[in-house]
């Protein structure tokens, strides 16, 4: 049905064809010397269309942010209560008409199962992260607080910071927060986002250990990969949200 629907839908994959069929017919045409002139351009769109739209190249992209996917064991020294697990939240925050609404998205989920998880291995604090700022009992945070509590958490091993909106905001309050500087601190956010959180933590001093979760990288992928998809848009979409997020934050001096 997938594939059905990649062949209905005008999306990458007819666009593509579209692209291909224009320029080689400019590159045959005789009579339309306008549309001739446009060979170069159109041959240029092929490039950049089937560039976008290849899962291969997406995920070659993507598996270079994430770095290899390896099983994580935490060592069994590593329990104790002056461990911290911050969880950085990822969702909405306000509703279309900017009144506070969280709501989770499927990263967001993915991190908080992966902390919970970390948590109950090592014990310690979960710190749970997002805003909006405005309204810490309607936030991210507050809600990745009660979902905790609700998987068998105990409410005095949770720290909600929900005044913060962006990543670095996250980790400079959640430094705030956890406040023992020999503490053994987990950073747990997706695999692609984890370099831009770790520059983050090496900017606020913050000593951390990854632990990525929600790889988006296909390991074992298939020739159909090098065909275009409508799914590659989508993951080069949260590529180039992460290299110009990263530059952006090196600007404004909040990671290395």
Request: one cysteine or more; a neutral charge; hydrophobic letters at 45%.
């Amino acid at each position: 049905m997938a594939d059905l629907l990649d062949l209905l839908l005008p999306t990458p994959v007819l666009l593509v064809a579209l692209v291909t069929v224009l320029a080689v017919l400019s590159l045959r045409s005789t009579a339309a010397l306008r549309i001739h002139r446009l060979s170069g351009p159109l041959l240029v769109a092929v490039v950049w269309v089937w560039t976008f739209s290849t899962p291969g190249l997406a995920n070659l992209a993507v598996s270079y942010l994430e770095g290899p996917v390896s099983e994580l064991r935490p060592e069994q020294s590593t329990r104790g209560h002056d461990r911290f697990i911050v969880v950085l939240g990822s969702g909405q925050m306000r509703a279309r008409n900017g009144q506070p609404h969280p709501k989770l998205d499927a990263a967001g989920w993915e991190r908080l199962n992966a902390g919970v998880k970390l948590s109950k291995m090592v014990g310690g604090t979960l710190v749970v992260t997002g805003g909006p700022a405005e309204t810490p009992n309607q936030s991210l945070a507050a809600l990745m607080r009660g979902i905790a509590m609700d998987a068998g958490i105990p409410a005095d091993s949770i720290i909600a910071v929900p005044n913060s909106d962006n990543t670095y905001q996250d980790l400079l309050h959640a430094r705030d927060a956890i406040g023992a500087s020999q503490a053994t601190i987990w950073i747990v956010t997706s695999a692609i986002h984890m370099p831009r959180a770790l520059a983050v933590a090496s900017q606020l001093d913050l000593q951390a250990i990854p632990w990525p979760c929600d790889y988006r990288q296909v390991e074992d992928p298939t020739w159909r990969i090098w065909f275009p998809d409508n799914g590659a848009p989508d993951v080069w979409s949260a590529v180039i949200h992460e290299v110009v997020g990263r530059e952006y934050y090196r600007l404004r001096g909040w990671a290395r």
